[in-house]
């Protein structure tokens, strides 16, 4: 199962996110931008590590780069 806005969904109610998903055979990914308020501790991380979910980060470093274009596609019009 793939959640965008996971925190949201998670901490709203907590024993019945993981009741509902803590089956043998299903997996959670969670994705969100605004978990901790860019705190690595707290208490939304320390309920997710009770519940046994790992937190993966994707980018210490919060920075905007712009992105680099390789090719541009002209796209046809909506009727």
């Given at each position: 199962?793939?959640?965008d806005e996971a925190d949201t969904i998670i901490l709203k109610d907590l024993e019945?996110?993981?009741l509902n998903t803590t089956y043998k055979n299903l997996n959670v990914i969670g994705l969100t931008?605004?978990?901790y308020g860019g705190k690595s501790t707290g208490i939304e991380a320390n309920a997710l590590e009770?519940?046994?979910y790992k937190i993966y980060?994707?980018?210490i470093a919060a920075k905007v780069e712009e992105p680099e274009i390789?090719?541009?596609v002209k796209l046809g019009e909506l009727a």
């Open positions: 199962m793939i959640l019945g996110f993981m931008a605004t978990a009770m519940m046994g980060k994707n980018n390789h090719v541009r």
